[in-house]
């Protein structure tokens, strides 16, 4: 099935866990025993269902499964598989998003009619455009607060599009919801006769996955001998390939067919995406740890590229050499150009010269030779990098 990773941002007490307690819930992401404990729970307490609760509640149940990541809440429509990015705080979700822990490939900003813009929406508008995330659906909650009022709706979009034409951001859809009530979120509401959009799960469904041609790649690890044969071993991180078909090997652009695929079991016709394979052409080419064997439509290969950057340790300078790690290709590599920054402890932004410790930059990175990748977006594995300096660890970051 389809699954889709969505951040879900705003204000504090504009409703964000009220939000995703109601989609859990109008999705059936629940289980039945569990929502009727809840249900009798707030009965006893004389309140009405919190369905913030829901999403607790839901935490709940999957730390009891250990195999399931506890920063993911997850719930499905026939459509496809959502998963909900609820980090802690924002520094989580920043690292998260700059290591490609878990990128989110859309966004759900909200806010409330009651309340209206504030700083932390803002900061959130910004951190979405700082990733280049496209897909960012504006929902105006606590519809039910204003009186449902079209008045109020209309004045609070108008004020979003100003601050979002800010950032280049033109959201997908803006639509008037109360989470509490549920208007609007699984169904239209009867409530808002006068909005005409599509209710939120409609427009998340629309959502576009980031598709990759999922093309071969199979970035070199090791080179063996076998059978008096040089064999390419390494895994196999997009795509799949059959024996007799024709690659090339990055970055010299070298051709050759596939004579034998091995894996640890013995020879196999073909090869998919995730496994360890070794491959033996048809060609004595000159191959080594670092190439990156491809099929079908050709990979970047270029010495320059823009990326997102968390420094980890120290500071990151433009005057500073690095060494540039990505999958298995290591290269000598400067900075040169720094774009924007965010302080990921305290938000603020603005522009910079140089990077330190906690600051995430927009810049432009020149290596010493060519190297394969992709953007993020398209191929995780062959777009997220670690920067080093004498050996430890100082940066990594994200191709885009
Ligand atoms: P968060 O801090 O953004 O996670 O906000 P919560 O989900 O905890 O909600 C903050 C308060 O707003 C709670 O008292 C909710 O019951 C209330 N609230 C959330 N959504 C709505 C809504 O659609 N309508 C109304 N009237 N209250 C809401």
Not at 2 to 26: A, M
Not at 107 to 132: C, N, P, V
Not at 140 to 159: E, H, P, Q, T, W
Request: glycine letters at 8%; hydrophobic letters at 40%.
């Amino acid at each position: 099935m389809d699954k889709l990773n969505i951040v879900i941002t705003g204000h504090v007490d504009h409703g964000k866990s009220t939000f995703i307690g109601r989609l859990l819930y109008e999705t059936k992401s629940i289980p039945e025993a569990k929502l009727e404990e809840i249900i009798s729970t707030c009965k006893g307490l004389g309140r009405e269902l919190e369905f913030a609760y829901l999403l607790d509640a839901f935490k709940e149940e999957v730390e009891g499964q250990l195999t399931i990541d506890t920063t993911q809440v997850v719930f499905r429509t026939p459509r496809r598989e959502y998963v909900v990015i609820d980090t802690p705080g924002h520094k989580e979700f920043l690292k998260n998003m700059v290591t490609g822990a878990s990128y989110a490939e859309a966004a759900i900003l909200i806010i409330s009619a009651k309340d209206g813009i504030e700083e932390q929406t803002k900061r959130h508008a910004y951190i979405l455009q700082f990733f280049g995330i496209k897909q960012i659906i504006i929902v105006i909650n606590k519809m039910d607060n204003v009186g449902y009022s079209k008045d109020v709706f209309d004045a609070l979009c108008r004020k979003a599009d100003s601050l979002l034409s800010r950032f280049g951001i033109v959201p997908m859809q803006m639509i008037p919801i109360s989470a509490k009530i549920g208007d609007n979120i699984a169904q239209k509401s009867k409530n808002m006769p006068w909005y005409e959009g599509p209710a939120v799960l409609a427009v998340l469904d629309n959502c576009k996955k980031n598709e990759f041609e999922h093309d071969f790649r199979m970035p070199i690890q090791d080179i063996y001998n076998i059978d008096g044969m040089k064999a390419a071993v390494g895994r196999v991180y997009s795509g799949s390939v059959n024996v007799a078909e024709n690659v090339t090997v990055f970055p010299a652009g070298l051709n050759a067919g596939i004579s034998s695929i091995r894996v640890f079991e013995g020879q196999r016709k073909y090869a998919l995406t995730g496994e360890n394979i070794a491959l033996i052409l048809n060609k004595a080419l000159d191959l080594k740890r670092g190439d990156v064997i491809c099929a079908k439509c050709a990979p970047v290969v270029k010495n320059t590229f823009s990326a997102i950057v968390l420094c980890l340790e120290g500071r990151l300078a433009g005057d500073l050499g690095y060494t540039f790690q990505i999958a298995t290709q290591v290269v000598s590599c400067r900075i040169t150009k720094f774009e924007e920054r965010i302080n990921i402890e305290t938000l603020e932004n603005g522009s910079c010269d140089f990077l330190e410790e906690a600051q995430l930059g927009r810049v432009k990175l020149a290596a010493d030779s060519d190297l394969v990748f992709e953007t993020f977006d398209k191929l995780q594995e062959l777009g997220r990098f670690v920067l080093r300096r004498k050996e430890s660890v100082v940066g990594v970051g994200i191709i885009i």
